[in-house]
């Protein structure tokens, strides 16, 4: 067994690997999932160091295991087999299916009241809801105007529940237009 600060140690550099692999691959505006999933992982690591909860700390450390098996990282694969004898075998790489396509769609969610009209975007590296307004609303359109722009048509009467206006995928910029129509 490996001890509390072993743990943290792997844990650490293991959520380090993983961030420096993922940030920067979807951006909404500001928001960025694959940040936002680190802070949770960490508070979750700092609150059982702190109850010593080596059960959750192993278990963290399992799933980071995984991971690294598909996505292999030399480094942390060396500190886990210095620090506990564990060795990481990568799992060969199968082609995968990857979409390079980017693509925009409306959904609805939900029944009477409580539906949603939202509109997602999909992108090599991941997806997500850039606008959403309240009510089932088929006057509602969105379309590319070219690879750096999407425009979406809203009627003039809704209730927003989320607007983006500028999605990143690395270094690429997205650029959201809203367009009011009667």
Same mark, same amino acid.
């Given at each position: 067994m490996v001890a509390i600060e072993k743990y943290?140690?792997? #844990?650490?550099? &293991?959520l380090d690997k993983r961030l420096e692999r993922l940030k920067g691959g979807i951006i909404f505006d500001e928001?960025?999932?694959?940040v936002d999933n680190d802070r949770i992982f960490r508070n979750r690591l700092n609150r059982f #160091?702190? *109850?010593k909860n /080596?059960? &959750?700390l192993e278990r963290m450390l399992q799933d980071l295991i995984r991971d690294f098996e598909f996505n292999y990282d030399q480094k942390f694969a060396e500190v886990l087999f210095q620090v506990s004898g564990c060795k990481i075998v990568p799992i060969p790489s199968?082609?995968?299916a990857f979409s390079?396509?980017?693509?925009?769609?409306?959904?609805?969610s939900g029944k009477k009241e409580n539906c949603l009209t939202c509109v997602s975007i999909e992108l090599p590296t991941g997806s997500g809801s850039i606008y959403c307004i309240r009510g089932k609303n088929p006057v509602l359109t969105? !379309?590319?105007? !070219?690879?750096?722009? #999407?425009?979406? *048509?809203?009627p003039s009467v809704r209730e927003e529940v989320k607007r983006v206006e500028i999605v990143k995928?690395?270094?690429? /910029? #997205?650029?959201?237009?809203?367009?009011?129509i009667c």
């Amino acid at each position: 067994m490996v001890a509390i600060e072993k743990y943290k140690e792997l #844990i650490t550099l &293991g959520l380090d690997k993983r961030l420096e692999r993922l940030k920067g691959g979807i951006i909404f505006d500001e928001f960025d999932p694959a940040v936002d999933n680190d802070r949770i992982f960490r508070n979750r690591l700092n609150r059982f #160091i702190k *109850r010593k909860n /080596t059960e &959750g700390l192993e278990r963290m450390l399992q799933d980071l295991i995984r991971d690294f098996e598909f996505n292999y990282d030399q480094k942390f694969a060396e500190v886990l087999f210095q620090v506990s004898g564990c060795k990481i075998v990568p799992i060969p790489s199968q082609p995968k299916a990857f979409s390079t396509k980017r693509q925009v769609h409306i959904k609805y969610s939900g029944k009477k009241e409580n539906c949603l009209t939202c509109v997602s975007i999909e992108l090599p590296t991941g997806s997500g809801s850039i606008y959403c307004i309240r009510g089932k609303n088929p006057v509602l359109t969105a !379309d590319w105007l !070219d690879s750096q722009t #999407i425009e979406i *048509r809203v009627p003039s009467v809704r209730e927003e529940v989320k607007r983006v206006e500028i999605v990143k995928m690395y270094s690429e /910029t #997205i650029h959201i237009l809203y367009k009011e129509i009667c």
